[in-house]
């Protein structure tokens, strides 16, 4: 059965899913952890993170990201 409410869900991975999970958790002075290649660009991807160009500051999440989360609670 196909759930047309969620599309993005359907394919982002479950991995990509756990990891955009844990960067939009409070880190109390921590980094974010550190992402696999293929879940970075699977999540940038899907618009759901940015990652600066030219800085070495870690990735965000974005609207996009913070809404598609918001949407899974």
């Given at each position: 059965?196909?759930?047309?409410?969620?599309?993005?869900?359907?394919?982002?991975?479950?991995?990509?899913?756990?990891?955009?999970?844990?960067?939009?958790?409070?880190?109390?002075?921590?980094?974010?952890?550190?992402?696999?290649?293929?879940?970075?660009?699977?999540?940038?991807?899907?618009?759901?993170?940015?990652?600066?160009?030219?800085?070495?500051?870690?990735?965000?999440?974005?609207?996009?990201?913070?809404?598609?989360?918001?949407s899974r609670k």
């Open positions: 059965m196909i759930d047309n409410d969620t599309p993005d869900e359907q394919t982002l991975s479950a991995s990509s899913i756990w990891a955009l999970e844990r960067l939009a958790e409070v880190r109390y002075g921590r980094d974010a952890p550190a992402l696999g290649w293929s879940v970075t660009r699977e999540l940038i991807s899907a618009g759901f993170v940015s990652y600066p160009s030219g800085a070495r500051s870690s990735i965000a999440i974005t609207a996009a990201g913070r809404a598609f989360l918001k």
